[in-house]
């Protein structure tokens, strides 16, 4: 998760409501904790590295509080607004970084770890110049009001004081034009409703002047002058440039309040404050007026500043203190959540119903009987009309439903998990470098029957009990038995290792992985268990997922029971870091495809930020099948270091290309990142880049080239390979050429291309391929070219003028050596690619055994399946086992409103 450098905490104001003269609001304790001390451990657990503390009144007083080390000071000798406070810690940040984003808050705020997290992922995947925290009106408030553009767009921010001035002059202007006589004594009484004597000075300024130092009432023409119409009313533009005004009413009534927390780009800071005027009712700088600057301005370069707000639901996850009452109403939610301890299990109707009654849906939806129209409805969404994929997932449903009440030992209340397997159709072993995966799922999953617990154990049970025995654990035993610091010491920690190592691979590891990272992440409150009885019909070390999808359905239950505040790019990386208890080192693009899928489609995802960039439609009249080679790549052995290997050689390569390219370095910060667009470099220079990379190297070799400190975390990652040899240049050639094709195969899916879909998916998978069939069926080995020669002559091709060399020289359609494919895949590859009808065929998964995946036309299915059957299956005595794929829907928790 990305997050901003640098805070600027304003905490330079009196806090005069406070009634306190001894003690700063920041200082105010809360739960034994100074109020600025708590924010800043929050900000600090979210990321942000350095603070800037604008200190003014009682400066020395906060200064002393303070207890963390992370922190520069600026100092605001004069109070005059928070805008002129946020340039004095401007200031200080601009010797710091001339480029940076930057979080701006007030020293009283408590957000919410889970809601810095969601508003700092809008802010970097919608690439903002300026993201700010909203809330939806709920009652009286002096915060400022959010105005929106009919598409929903931020329009500005107008705050309360200069409302309540308009309001009034308004008052007083549309009097004397009815011709109504004003009294002064009335128009003081009416302005000091609203303003005390010292504000009503600035706000009312030359009226006020009038009334209260000269003592006389204004006759109707000395109004109309004070009182301008322009006085009465706000003037904006809208998104077309044409002027248009509202009343102070219109502008009261909006529905949003601003949090006054700000997540700016410093450039767009800049652009504010050369801006700002003090011509408001405070006579201040407003901070809040960067909203209003930014939204009606236009960038240097002519386009539109991109404003964002986030809407906080929860008004207890954004929370400030002004007068002592709000700081009681701050002490006693916290004091709540602190004696909670552990969030009371679901109540019957948020997706918990009777095993009975879910029985009884489950045989309506098969009779097709209108009761159950909502839960046939929901299968209809998530599975299709193919009714023999919905009759079958019928009777799976209701003999997990059965096996559970046996099992669970009565008609308890349940919830009901899905989490299907998954396919990459391109852009594999790219999604740890930041690359694209076109994803989708296939009606082949796991599915939970949850029953919520009080306690924080997690009892498993599954249909298969031959190889899925019964265990259970308590989540806060595992807890007290690991180092608890981050994930990254916890994952890389001996007990970690040898629990990885006792377990051998048993199937509750990866229920503790998701537990015990959501356990991590909602660090401030102990969660609640689950009984599981599971089923599952994923092939198993297949490379479709099997093991992630137990992943995800874990934490879909987790999250659900326990109410948990997530989002769906945080539940992605959660459950991607999760599975790193197990041992493997992989992204997170098996579980954004379990999670993101959607019935009849392919979604193209990013990593570094995560984004679904586009969804495309699966082509018509093919199909994906998914043939099983009947050996399995088990992540518990050798299997496991190998994939890490490669992971490190990614890594490494990236070390070598920073060092041996210093001026690119600012620019990479992964793999996928060295670029032609990215570096602004022609793609001969890529090849370049690659050539100064080691084919194969050594540790020892490497160690010369790399520090220690950045190699041994990768070294630790796996045991040292058999050869010895770390194949650099080979593996990060196939990792930029997937990249590109990742990026390619959307376009060309989108055009509907299948010739050109076919050849991407061959070339793919040479990268990935370890023998290579003649034409008369012998096997050879196959390496694809990485020495230099073959890169020179790329170079070459490229400045030749012709426009085929040049096409062919392209990245997309350079293979690389990554290696990770077995003899028996190979082959299935070849003997695929041989029937007519088949588009192309790959490895699916990450490879060292598992599947391979042929997009192939319905008319071809039976003759291919055929031909791997007599060429594959039957010569190697292996049972058939070749699934026929179309994309269901991504993991859920059913929510079929069900009868009680």
């Given at each position: ?11 330079a104001?009196?806090?005069?409501r406070m009634q ?14 100074a ?7 929050i900000?600090?657990?979210?990321g ?6 604008v200190?003014?009144a ?14 520069i000071?600026?100092?605001q ?6 805008a002129?406070?946020a ?11 001339d ?9 009283d ?6 809601v810095?997290?969601?508003f700092f ?5 919608q690439?903002?110049?300026?993201a700010?925290?909203?809330l ?11 105005l929106l ?5 931020v329009?500005?921010d107008?705050?309360?004081a200069d409302?309540r ?14 011709g109504?006589?004003?009294?002064r004594e009335?128009?003081?009484q009416?302005?000091l409703?609203?303003?005390s ?5 600035k706000?009312f ?21 004070l ?7 706000f003037?904006?533009v809208d998104?077309?440039?044409?002027p248009?005004?509202?009343s ?6 909006t ?6 927390v ?11 404050l050369?801006r700002?005027?003090?011509n408001n ?10 909203i ?6 236009r ?20 929370m400030a203190?002004?007068?002592p009452?709000e ?5 006693a939610h ?13 109540p ?10 879910w ?7 098969r009779a097709?009987k209108?009761?159950a129209?909502?839960?046939r409805?929901?299968l ?5 009309r ?8 019928i009777r799976?449903?209701?003999r997990?439903i ?12 349940v919830?009901?998990v ?23 799922t ?5 599915l ?5 617990r009080?306690?924080d154990?997690i ?18 035993e595992l ?7 981050d994930?990254?010491?916890l ?9 990885v190592l ?7 590891q990866y229920v ?9 992440k909602?660090?401030d409150?102990r969660?609640c268990?689950?009984d599981m ?9 297949a490379?479709?997922s099997?093991?992630?999808?137990l992943?995800?359905a874990?934490?879909?239950?987790m ?10 790019s945080?539940?992605?990386d959660?459950?991607?870091?999760g ?5 493997t ?8 495809a379990?999670?993101?899928g959607?019935r009849?489609k392919?979604?193209?995802v990013?990593f570094f ?5 586009d969804?495309?439609p699966?082509?018509?009249n093919y199909s ?10 088990q992540k518990?052995?050798n299997?496991k270091d ?6 490190a ?9 920073k060092?041996?390219f ?5 620019w990479?910060q ?10 602004d470099?022609p ?11 080691p084919?194969?190297t ?6 010369e080239?790399?520090?220690?400190a950045?190699l041994?975390?990768l ?16 593996v990060?050639l196939?990792g930029?050429a997937?990249?590109a ?12 291309n299948?010739e050109e879909?076919g ?10 391929r ?15 070219p ?5 890169l020179?002559g790329?170079i070459n091709?490229?400045?030749?003028g012709d ?11 350079q ?16 003997v ?9 065929a ?5 490879g060292?055994?598992g ?12 003759k291919v399946?055929?031909a ?6 039957q010569?190697e005595?292996?049972a058939?086992?070749?699934?026929r ?5 991504g ?8 009868q009680?």
């Amino acid at each position: 998760m990305l997050a901003p450098k640098y805070s600027i905490i304003l905490a330079a104001g009196k806090g005069t409501r406070m009634q306190s003269a001894n003690l700063h609001k920041v200082c105010f304790p809360i739960d034994g904790t100074a109020a600025i001390n708590r924010s800043l451990e929050i900000y600090n657990r979210c990321g942000i590295a350095f603070h800037i503390i604008v200190v003014g009144a009682m400066a020395e007083q906060v200064m002393d509080t303070v207890e963390a080390e992370n922190v520069i000071y600026a100092y605001q000798a004069e109070q005059l607004g928070t805008a002129h406070a946020a340039r004095m810690g401007a200031r200080v940040l601009a010797a710091l970084s001339d480029k940076a984003e930057v979080l701006i808050v007030a020293g009283d705020r408590l957000i919410e770890p889970q809601v810095l997290e969601r508003f700092f992922d809008l802010f970097y995947s919608q690439s903002c110049d300026l993201a700010f925290l909203a809330l939806p009106r709920r009652r009286p408030s002096s915060l400022g009001r959010i105005l929106l553009n009919p598409d929903g767009s931020v329009l500005a921010d107008v705050e309360a004081a200069d409302i309540r001035q308009r309001q009034i002059y308004g008052e007083f202007r549309a009097q004397v034009e009815r011709g109504k006589k004003l009294s002064r004594e009335r128009m003081i009484q009416r302005i000091l409703q609203s303003f005390s004597d010292e504000k009503a000075a600035k706000a009312f300024a030359d009226l006020w002047e009038v009334l209260v130092t000269q003592k006389r009432t204004p006759q109707r023409e000395e109004v109309l002058a004070l009182i301008p119409e322009g006085m009465t009313r706000f003037d904006f533009v809208d998104r077309e440039g044409r002027p248009f005004s509202l009343s102070p009413e219109e502008v009261e009534n909006t529905p949003l309040y601003n949090s006054s927390v700000y997540l700016v780009k410093t450039g767009a800071l800049a652009f504010v404050l050369e801006r700002l005027e003090r011509n408001n009712a405070q006579g201040e700088e407003y901070l809040p007026d960067m909203i209003t600057i930014l939204s009606q301005s236009r960038n240097a370069d002519g386009g539109a500043f991109v404003v964002r707000a986030l809407t906080i639901e929860d008004e207890n996850a954004v929370m400030a203190f002004n007068d002592p009452a709000e700081l009681l109403e701050i002490e006693a939610h916290v004091q709540a959540r602190k004696q909670q301890g552990m969030v009371p299990a679901l109540p019957e109707g948020d997706h918990l119903r009777r095993l009975s009654q879910w029985s009884a849906a489950f045989r309506d939806a098969r009779a097709g009987k209108g009761g159950a129209s909502q839960l046939r409805e929901e299968l209809i969404r998530l599975y299709g009309r193919d009714e023999e994929l919905l009759e079958e997932r019928i009777r799976t449903y209701s003999r997990l439903i059965e096996h559970a009440a046996t099992v669970l030992g009565g008609d308890e209340a349940v919830l009901l998990v899905r989490s299907p397997g998954r396919v990459n159709l391109m852009g594999r072993h790219v999604d740890h470098q930041g690359g694209h995966c076109n994803l989708m799922t296939i009606g082949y999953e796991t599915l939970a029957v949850v029953r919520p617990r009080k306690d924080d154990r997690i009892c498993l049970y599954n249909l298969d009990t031959e190889r899925f025995p019964d265990r259970d654990f308590s989540i806060g035993e595992l807890v007290s038995e690991l180092p608890w610091d981050d994930w990254i010491s916890l994952i890389n920690s001996e007990e970690v290792s040898h629990l990885v190592l006792s377990a051998g691979g048993d199937w509750s590891q990866y229920v503790k992985a998701a537990a015990l990272r959501l356990q991590k992440k909602f660090v401030d409150r102990r969660l609640c268990g689950v009984d599981m009885v599971v089923d599952g019909n994923i092939p198993i070390a297949a490379g479709l997922s099997s093991s992630s999808a137990l992943v995800v359905a874990t934490a879909e239950a987790m999250v659900a029971v326990n109410r948990l505040d997530t989002f769906p790019s945080q539940f992605v990386d959660l459950c991607g870091q999760g599975e790193w208890f197990v041992g493997t080192r992989g992204g997170s693009a098996d579980h954004a495809a379990i999670k993101y899928g959607q019935r009849g489609k392919v979604v193209k995802v990013t990593f570094f930020e995560f984004a679904v960039e586009d969804i495309l439609p699966f082509p018509k009249n093919y199909s994906l099948l998914v043939c099983d080679s009947g050996l399995k790549a088990q992540k518990t052995t050798n299997a496991k270091d190998q994939f890490n290997h490669r992971v490190a050689c990614y890594r490494i390569g990236t070390l070598l290309i920073k060092k041996f390219f210093p001026r690119y370095a600012p620019w990479i910060q992964h793999l996928r990142d060295v670029n032609t667009q990215n570096l602004d470099v022609p793609l001969g220079w890529i090849y370049k880049i690659l050539l100064h990379l080691p084919e194969k190297t050594t540790r020892d070799e490497l160690r010369e080239l790399v520090p220690t400190a950045q190699l041994e975390p990768l070294f630790d990652s796996h045991r040292p390979p058999e050869d010895g040899v770390y194949p650099i240049r080979g593996v990060v050639l196939y990792g930029l050429a997937e990249c590109a094709r990742s990026r390619y195969f959307a376009d060309v899916l989108k055009d509907n291309n299948l010739e050109e879909i076919g050849r991407l998916m061959n070339v793919s998978h040479d990268g990935d391929r370890v023998v290579r069939h003649t034409p008369d069926g012998k096997a050879v080995a196959y390496a694809a070219p990485t020495d230099n020669s073959y890169l020179l002559g790329l170079i070459n091709d490229l400045e030749s003028g012709d426009p085929g060399r040049v096409l062919a020289a392209q990245l997309q359609w350079q293979p690389g050596a990554y290696h990770c494919s077995i003899p028996e895949i190979d082959t299935m590859v070849d003997v695929a690619l041989s029937v007519d009808g088949v588009l192309g065929a790959q490895l699916a998964g990450a490879g060292l055994g598992g599947c391979m995946m042929l997009l192939v036309h319905e008319d071809a299915v039976a003759k291919v399946a055929g031909a791997l059957k007599a060429r594959y299956y039957q010569p190697e005595k292996r049972a058939v086992s070749i699934l026929r794929c179309r994309p269901i829907s991504g993991s859920s928790v059913l929510l079929a409103g069900l009868q009680s």
